[in-house]
Antibody
């Protein structure tokens, strides 16, 4: 059974850097084709893909946010970390991590964590 | 960048209705299209991938079709548990773009 859980601050100030951790179980990020992605959703709005990291360390990013994002993995801890720099109130959203493999896109999701950006 | 659109944005329907949601891509994406269901306060859940493949455990009243630039999600007989927001998503290994969503509510 695949599970994922996001953790990190619930409140950050404008201009600060956000660091979120996705801790997962039920799969390995050393298995070919496997990836973990991050997706966010502002309150009352739609879904926006942010980044993915794959078993081979490929790291595609959303073109609109790539200058602010860094995604890394720690396979020994079964964790994926996303950092987003220069946070702004418009970045207030629920941030989800999700599992992907081969042709199946995001087939298992964490519960999400709400991050509010406010001074 | 490939853009995704969905229609309608909101759909009012009754239990038992046949419901169809359309998703369009700004250029051909072959069958690299997925559908997600999201209920309030919950994470999205994958319904269909590769345009027409039903995810394990998803009821057979859900079906997907299409290729190229036009896709549809059909719910053959709407159930109370199906009132939710539905998102299409174009994907490949290096890009994932969601549509704006279609909210299905009670008529």
């Amino acid at each position: 059974q695949i599970t994922l859980k996001e953790s990190g601050p619930t409140l950050v100030k404008p201009t600060q850097t956000l660091t979120l951790t996705c801790t997962f179980s039920g799969f390995s990020l050393t298995t070919g084709g496997v990836g973990v992605g991050w997706i966010r959703q502002p309150p009352g709005k739609g879904l926006e893909w942010l980044a993915v990291i794959y078993w081979n360390d490929d790291k595609p990013y959303s073109p609109s946010l790539k200058n602010r994002l860094t995604i890394t993995k720690d396979t020994s801890k079964n964790q994926v970390v996303l950092t987003m720099t220069n946070m702004d109130p418009v970045d207030t959203a629920t941030y989800y991590c999700a599992h992907t493999i081969a042709a199946r896109t995001f087939d298992s999701w964490g519960q999400g964590t709400l991050v509010t950006v406010s001074s | 960048d490939i853009q995704m659109t969905q229609s309608p944005s909101t759909l009012s329907a009754s239990v038992g209705d046949r419901v169809t949601i359309t998703c369009r891509a700004s250029q051909s994406i072959s069958t690299w299209l997925a559908w997600f269901q999201q209920k309030p306060g919950k994470a999205p859940s994958l319904l269909i991938y590769k345009a027409s493949i039903l995810e394990t455990g998803v009821p057979s009243r859900f079906s997907g079709s299409g290729s190229g630039t036009e896709f549809t999600l059909t719910i053959s007989s709407l159930q109370p548990d199906d009132f939710a927001t539905y998102y299409c998503q174009r994907y490949n290994s290096y890009s994932f773009t969601f549509g704006p969503g279609t909210k299905v509510d009670i008529k």
